[in-house]
T-cell receptor, first 114, second 116 residues
Framework: AQSVTQPDIHITVSEGASLELRCNYS??????LFWYVQSPGQGLQLLLK??????LVQGIKGFEAEFKRSQSSFNLRKPSVHWSDAAEYFCAVGPPWNTDKLIFGTGTRLQVFP | GAVVSQHPSWVICKSGTSVKIECRSL??????MFWYRQFPKQSLMLMAT?????????EQGVEKDKFLINHASLTLSTLTVTSAHPEDSSFYIC????????????FGPGTRLTVL
């Protein structure tokens, strides 16, 4: 079945530590790929997106993600986490046959300790 | 960046009443808007796709008579929860399709609906 998976429900890191959030997709063709962050009381904010080209994508707030076709993955990374990064992170895919829809993963809740 | 607003941000209503939620794209025109539902600690589930000037397209399992969607202009879509019941209590999020690229959506802050 076609899907997007975020294996980690909850991750806890110390402030200043590096971060990697995992996302895997299962589609016949490479979909468009997105990472969103959801903070309490705020709407989902787009961190970055991948359509084609360079597989390492830079986003806002110091985040980056790398598309690996062989692993069907689009993992989100940040070299040094700040306390304000604590939030819910969603990976989303845009099916190649439907450029309107987004299908979301189950989300990863990031907790940051001082 | 593109901004999408939702109103109200939260609403409490009695069982059996109807509630309308507005979604507006403030600085761009959106021919397509989306309505999602999010349960606590869960992901967003697409309920329906709203197209300006035409009928909404509902996802499987979503009652179109329960969740009425109107997309009357290029900047406004409304979701009306009719005859609301406690099981309709949820967080409703809208988004607007941004014309800049495929699948790109900007999201509203959400509306918390509580049905007593």
């Amino acid at each position: 079945a076609q899907s997007v998976t975020q294996p980690d429900i909850h991750i806890t890191v110390s402030e200043g530590a590096s971060l990697e959030l995992r996302c895997n997709y299962s589609y016949g063709a490479t979909p468009y790929l997105f990472w969103y962050v959801q903070s309490p009381g705020q709407g989902l904010q787009l961190l970055l997106k991948y359509f084609s080209g360079d597989t390492l994508v830079q986003g806002i707030k110091g985040f980056e993600a790398e598309f690996k076709r062989s692993q069907s993955s689009f993992n989100l990374r940040k070299p040094s986490v700040h306390w304000s990064d604590a939030a819910e992170y969603f990976c989303a895919v845009g099916p190649p046959w439907n450029t309107d829809k987004l299908i979301f993963g189950t989300g990863t809740r990031l907790q940051v300790f001082p | 960046g593109a901004v999408v607003s939702q109103h109200p941000s939260w609403v409490i209503c009695k069982s059996g009443t109807s509630v309308k939620i507005e979604c507006r794209s403030l600085d761009f025109q959106a021919t397509t808007m989306f309505w999602y539902r999010q349960f606590p600690k869960q992901s967003l589930m697409l309920m329906a796709t709203s197209n300006e000037g035409s009928k909404a397209t509902y996802e499987q399992g979503v009652e179109k008579d329960k969740f009425l969607i109107n997309h009357a202009s290029l900047t406004l879509s409304t979701l009306t929860v009719t005859s609301a019941h406690p099981e309709d209590s949820s967080f409703y999020i809208c988004s607007a399709r941004y014309p800049g690229g495929p699948n790109e959506q900007f999201f509203g802050p959400g509306t918390r609906l509580t049905v007593l």
